[in-house]
């Protein structure tokens, strides 16, 4: 019925970790495509973060810590204030839907890692602890590993991809 196939990778050099944290296996991916206009509006950031949260929340266990890794594609170039608005409303939107997790993952797919992970903890305080990890392309439904870091600042990623043959109407 199905196969998988697996990549493995490092993330970049500025990533935001508490090593305590890693190792972590088999953490579903939920991806947010991200634009630089749609970092401009707060309120079409605002649905787009809540309707990936949504997503988040209805397909993964709400207490597990963390429930799921959230993949940020799409942006070439990120500004400190719209790092900022990004950070505001990722930290707002998962206090709200995963209230007990302690945990939470952003993998990022451009160099904005430890710039966004400092923000998100300064928000989240004590209360939520951030692995945010950089310069890894994710896709939504993969599953990743996060390995212990390497030499202190790079941390081994499997990227897992479950690919599935057949057509929709063939399910039993």
Known sequence: MGAGMRTTACGGATVHV???LLPSRNLPVCKLELTLPLLEQPASLAAAVEQTMQ???ALFERDASPPFALALA???HCGYASLQRLADRLSESFAAYFPDSRVMVVVCDTDIAKALGQSLEKRLKERTKIVCIDQIKVEHGDYIDL?????GIMIPVVVKTLAFHGREGDRR
């Open 147 to 151: 390995g212990e870091p390497i030499a």
């Open 55 to 57: 997503s988040g929340a």
């Open 74 to 76: 799409g942006l070439e």
């Open 18 to 20: 508490d090593p305590t």
